[in-house]
């Protein structure tokens, strides 16, 4: 296939590079008057460099897609839907629902600030980037993030099958109803964490927030952090290694959790048959 290079060119007509297989575009622009839509829709094999985008659905249905040190606005809504074998780097993804329905994607050292960021996604790897978001990767599977750091409400719901590691979490309502994930050397802080999870394993984590891991199944805490942390573990099954003293846990069904001392334990449930180790020596 022959490459067409495209350079300092504006785009502002209904899609303006519609079905297109084989461009690279450099110092572009999707913007103008025209204010057209889905400028690269059903496309492949697309290089964009130091591009801005400021119009809606750029990337619709596309495959073998690259962009780099590049730049989606606020006003790029719904920027890549439907599309796979996606590379990203260097660039602002700032366009509401920025990414859904799309597979095998690699985003790396790129600003995400876009709500309802990630859905439905099959296979994506995250690596040295920032995201604000809410709702952040619902229903996505297969995700692998590193040196990753999120702020927003509701991240990370009904996932599947993900590895984090050394990643910062500022969130609430993170991973609820998520199954088969494992959280390494990370620092998450949030309130209602993990609720309804299934194979949620955390090893060397700083964790805080109100009312942690409730109603969890084969939850695993290996030589963890718990701050500020009351109510926790309620109906849930654990094995956690806790290092720090907690605030108070509340009625865990079934498991063991190994800690060095803590406030308050409440056993007002018949069901609640957890074991309870208390052993300073942790500290």
């Not at 989606?72 to 439907?82: H, K, P, S």
């Not at 590691?165 to 998450?188: L, M, P, Y």
């Not at 949620?200 to 409730?214: A, D, H, K, M, V």
């Not at 969890?216 to 701050?227: A, G």
Request: net charge negative; with cysteine; charged share 25%.
């Amino acid at each position: 296939m022959a490459i067409e290079i495209l350079k300092n060119q504006k785009f502002d007509q209904e899609r303006a590079l519609y079905n297109s297989h084989g461009i690279i575009l450099e110092n572009c622009a999707f913007d103008g008057d025209a204010d057209g839509e889905s400028a690269l829709k059903e496309s492949s094999e697309i290089q964009v460099y130091n591009t801005f985008c400021n119009l809606r659905y750029p990337f619709w249905h596309d495959h073998d897609l690259l962009i780099a040190d590049s730049e989606m606005t606020e006003l790029c809504r719904a920027a890549l839907w439907y599309s796979d074998l996606i590379r990203i780097k260097n660039t602002k993804m700032h366009g509401i629902k920025a990414l859904r329905e799309c597979s095998d994607v690699i985003i790396e050292t790129s600003d995400i600030l876009s709500p309802e960021f990630g859905w439905s996604v099959n296979g994506i790897t995250m690596k040295d980037s920032s995201a604000e978001s809410e709702y952040f990767m619902m229903r996505s599977q297969n995700l692998q993030f590193e040196n990753v750091r999120f702020k927003g409400k509701y991240s990370f719901q009904y996932i599947e099958n993900a590895i984090f590691e050394n990643c910062q979490f500022d969130t609430k309502d993170a991973f609820w109803h998520g199954k088969n994930i494992t959280v390494r050397n990370s620092i998450i802080k949030g309130e209602y964490l993990a609720w309804y999870s299934e194979n949620l394993t955390l090893e060397n984590c700083r964790i805080s927030g109100t009312q942690p891991f409730c109603y969890c199944r084969n939850l695993k805490l290996l030589h963890c952090e718990l701050l500020d942390a009351d109510l926790c573990f309620e109906k849930s099954s654990v094995d956690a290694d806790i290092t720090t003293s907690v605030v108070s846990i509340k009625n865990p069904a079934s498991g063991v959790i190994r800690v060095p001392s803590v406030g308050e334990i409440i056993r007002d449930d018949a069901d609640s048959r957890a074991e309870i180790i208390l052993d300073s020596s942790s500290l």
